[in-house]
């Protein structure tokens, strides 16, 4: 790969403030804590729309339909009232996602991944 082309992409986390940004493949993933959950939301909404801006610079697309967020340990009728938008587009929420071969749940249980292998398997 071209040195110059990898500082470029290896920049992409220095865009986004109070957030983790990891990089695998064609996969981008935003880690984002809060002492709250409005202070979550907000600071994923900041990051969401920074790593867009530095998408739309570097000349590279956001797929908004494979978007989607997880909030972990929280309760869904809390989480219900919160969005992260991109643009004008809601994101999606998920309770259960794939990340590096691995399922998580929001409840951050093996339950959904031992049931992914176990379908794989049979």
């Known amino acids: 790969m071209n040195e110059s082309i990898n500082l470029y992409i290896n920049d992409v986390e220095n865009c986004v ?20 959950l409005s202070e979550a939301f907000d600071k994923a909404n900041d990051a969401v729309n920074l790593l867009q801006d ?16 997880t909030v972990f340990r929280c309760d869904d009728s809390v989480t219900s009232t919160c969005v992260i938008k991109l643009g004008n587009t809601n994101l999606t929420p998920v309770n259960c996602t ?9 409840d951050l249980s093996w339950k ?3 049931d992914y292998l176990y379908k794989k398997t049979t």
């Open 112 to 114: 959904n991944h031992i």
């Open 98 to 106: 794939k990340y590096l071969g691995i399922v998580i749940d929001s």
């Open 17 to 36: 403030r109070n957030a983790t940004v990891k990089l695998f493949a064609d996969d981008t993933n935003l880690f984002v804590q809060g002492k709250s």
């Open 54 to 69: 530095w998408f739309v610079v570097n000349k590279l697309s956001l797929n908004v339909e494979k978007s989607c967020y």
